[in-house]
């Protein structure tokens, strides 16, 4: 086991995945505008928020190093998971907002493919397993990638994002019944297949045909933690306060459980 990849296996026939937790800057800190900024669009607290997922056998997985290091959720070929509009590639050149992450160059070619030897390809490599591991034992698994974001980034979106960003590729990564499930899981403020489809995990294993049902969920941020209008350096990230996020935590539990219903 690699020691940025931190796996929880459970026997239930489903998987958390959390591609964007990281914070680790596997030691390129000085190429960074800051560290701060190379930082700030983690997926914040995601793993707290799914703690419980253990409780009901559910196997998780998750990578410490941050995403702008390399995107472990991107198509590794560089393809865009959404052409047209404003994305990050594999190793993110700027923020969410636009701004340059690197002082001097970005990473060239060769740093590209590097950086995917040492993080992206092992990361995935466990993933996998774990697919093939719980499919081995179930007729059908869930796949379901865990996220969160910033409700507010012009640059990637008008107005507020909603609460709950449900993802199936419009509908080419699960049976119809688990997103409906997951939705019905949800409160009113949430939207299916809308900025955010799924990304490049959810994308690429998915094979209802074959027993592996992939949803992503997109949460917006200040559903379990308070959202600054402006993050700087002094307020972000915000603490995580599992009363703050308590009503929040109470509808992933009943997500989480439609994701097993179904795959029981």
């Not at 459970?10 to 990281?22: D, K, N, R």
Request: charged share 20%.
């Amino acid at each position: 086991m690699t020691n940025f990849v931190h796996l929880h296996r459970g026997s239930a026939p489903l998987i958390v995945a959390m591609p964007h937790t990281g914070t680790g800057l596997a030691g390129l800190d000085a190429q960074f505008v800051s560290p701060w900024l190379a930082r700030r669009d983690a997926d914040w607290h995601i793993e707290k928020l799914y703690a419980f997922a253990a409780d009901v056998g559910a196997t998780i997985v998750r990578t410490t190093i941050s995403r702008s290091v390399i995107d472990v959720n991107r198509d590794p070929s560089g393809a865009s998971l959404y052409p047209g509009q404003a994305t990050t590639e594999l190793c993110p050149t700027t923020t969410f907002d636009g701004e340059p992450l690197y002082t001097g160059n970005a990473p060239d070619a060769a740093e590209i493919a590097r950086r995917r030897a040492a993080w992206f390809d092992p990361y995935h490599a466990v993933l996998a397993a774990e697919i093939a591991r719980l499919r081995a034992a179930h007729p059908r698994i869930v796949l379901y990638d865990a996220h969160s974001i910033r409700g507010h980034i012009p640059r990637l979106f008008d107005g507020d994002l909603p609460q709950y960003n449900i993802g199936t590729n419009d509908g080419a990564t699960c049976d119809p019944a688990l997103a409906a499930a997951v939705s019905a899981a949800c409160t009113a403020d949430q939207v299916l297949n809308g900025r955010f489809k799924g990304g490049w995990t959810t994308r690429h294993y998915a094979a209802p045909a074959e027993g592996v049902h992939a949803i992503q969920m997109e949460l917006a941020i200040r559903g379990y933690a308070p959202e600054p209008a402006v993050p700087d350096e002094h307020n972000w990230p915000p603490a995580f306060d599992p009363a703050y996020a308590a009503p929040l935590s109470a509808t992933l539990r009943n997500v989480i459980n439609a994701c097993l219903d179904f795959a029981s």
